[in-house]
């Protein structure tokens, strides 16, 4: 048993070798070269591949959501239609509806692939990009948003402050509430999200670390990676880092818990720099990267848009944190991105880092190809 953990780990750091060796040269590279020609190029080739590939619109669950809301962001800087389009068939075919029931009465919050889980926030993030559409589509039909407004509006007119268990939630959910906040500029949204996220912090948020577990099962020492330590899973903390991107950018300057929300971001940021790896890659375990070696694109894609927004507006140091970005957009790139537009190195659906799971070019999904989006987009509105 020791040999084949000894052989394994070899492999490993072949392939590690093999990966610095494509991705090493990021020191090297300063700053990020391209126009903003070739960025949309970017975002055109990656899109139209992952458009042209799936025809069939998907459901509102949470990862095909996800790839919306980065579909909805190079909307926004290419105003190009056919995203648009793409994302309004979307919409239309989902009745502007997440979970479909009713009944009230049968409606839950736990996990649930269901119509009945109405409450589950992986069942809410389609309200982001419902929203969006709104804004966008000229005369701003009410029906778009009914949905949206119906079911938080009702969850908010409950008792339970718990909705936001697991740390994917948060991307899911909090800017559905700045967002409806906006358009309707009911402040119930702004308390409940302070509210529900505090509850959040105290379920999952390490204050040492600065970083995100996944949920209340993964938290140190009950949960530990390989080698002993915190295990931060690097999706889990990509969700949130770019939800307080998001939620950031949504709020009033006025916002009673705004600067706390900053801070937050501002905290995450420094933590989540120290732990990329020179590949420009953040590792599924973000402190220990000999617990699931090599590069994973959905959190670092997600890292990438985060560490560009806040450079963008101000909320980050470009002198500390532009050396990030240039070697995450590198690996992105040159790595992650395929000849064909196919996004890569993307970890499956799960919810932790797994020792041994084969993670490679061919490993893509509409969630990480939305992370890919947001990152390129944000990527588009620095370069000059």
Not at 34 to 42: D, F, H, L, Q, Y
Not at 175 to 198: A, D, I, Q, R
Request: contains cysteine.
């Amino acid at each position: 048993m020791k040999f084949r953990k000894t052989i394994f780990m070899a492999i490993a750091s072949l392939s590690l070798g093999a990966i610095g060796c494509k991705t090493g040269s990021v020191k090297q590279k300063n700053g990020i070269k391209e126009s903003k020609k070739e960025v949309v190029a970017i975002i055109d080739k990656v899109n139209s591949n992952w458009q042209s590939t799936h025809p069939e619109f998907g459901n509102a669950f949470w990862h095909v959501s996800a790839y919306h809301t980065g579909n909805m962001e190079a909307y926004k800087v290419t105003q190009n239609k056919k995203y648009l389009d793409y994302s309004l068939a979307w919409a239309e075919k989902n009745k502007w509806m997440g979970a479909k029931s009713n009944d009230k009465s049968e409606w839950k919050y736990s996990y649930g692939e269901t119509d009945q889980y109405v409450l589950f926030g992986d069942w809410q993030i389609c309200f982001q990009t419902y929203i969006d559409l709104y804004n966008f589509t000229g005369k701003k039909d009410p029906q778009k948003i009914a949905r949206a407004k119906e079911v938080m509006e009702y969850e908010m007119s409950t008792p339970q402050n718990d909705y936001w268990w697991w740390v994917d939630g948060l991307y899911m959910v909090m800017p559905v509430m700045t967002k409806l906040y906006n358009v309707t500029g009911n402040e119930m949204y702004l308390e409940k999200l302070h509210s529900y996220l505090y509850y959040a912090d105290s379920i999952m948020y390490d204050e040492e670390a600065k970083l995100y577990f996944r949920d209340s099962k993964y938290v140190y020492p009950k949960h530990k990676s390989a080698n002993g330590k915190k295990d931060f899973w690097a999706r889990g903390d990509g969700w949130i880092f770019a939800g307080y991107a998001k939620i950031i950018q949504d709020l009033p300057k006025s916002a009673k818990h705004r600067n706390e929300y900053i801070n937050r971001f501002k905290e995450m940021a420094k933590a989540l720099a120290d732990a990329q790896q020179k590949g420009g890659y953040w590792t599924r375990s973000i402190l220990d990267p000999e617990h699931a070696p090599g590069p994973e694109t959905s959190g670092t894609a997600f890292f990438t848009y985060g560490f560009m927004w806040g450079i963008n507006n101000g909320f980050l140091d470009k002198k500390t944190y532009l050396p990030v970005v240039e070697k995450s957009w590198h690996y992105l790139t040159t790595f992650a991105l395929q000849p064909d537009g196919k996004v890569g190195y993307v970890q499956p659906i799960g919810e932790k880092a797994i020792p041994g799971q084969v993670v490679d070019k061919n490993s893509t999904a509409d969630f990480g190809v939305g992370a890919f989006l947001l990152a390129v987009s944000e990527v588009y509105r620095y370069v000059k």
